[in-house]
């Protein structure tokens, strides 16, 4: 597995997993319902279609395979 550059890293705090914010799918990885936290482990049926994602402010576009391309 490919190791997160600490800047990519978001730690779920209902299953503990790290996720990486380059991965649109985080979007559709849980959500609160009541006073719990509700967690999909795998990117099965409730994964985005996605091509890849830019950090606001950053020149860089991450590939959905987290390939980097810089953009100036």
Avoid at 26 to 53: F, T
Wanted: aromatic content about 6%; some cysteine; proline content about 7%.
């Amino acid at each position: 597995m490919e190791k997160i550059p600490k800047e990519h890293q978001l730690i779920c705090p209902g299953c503990g997993q790290v996720l990486d914010m380059r991965d649109i799918s985080v979007l559709s990885h849980g959500w609160i319902e009541g006073d719990s936290i509700i967690c999909y482990l795998d990117e099965g049926e409730h994964s985005i279609p996605y091509s890849g994602s830019q950090k606001i402010g950053e020149p860089i576009f991450w590939t959905k395979d987290k390939k980097p391309i810089n953009l100036n």
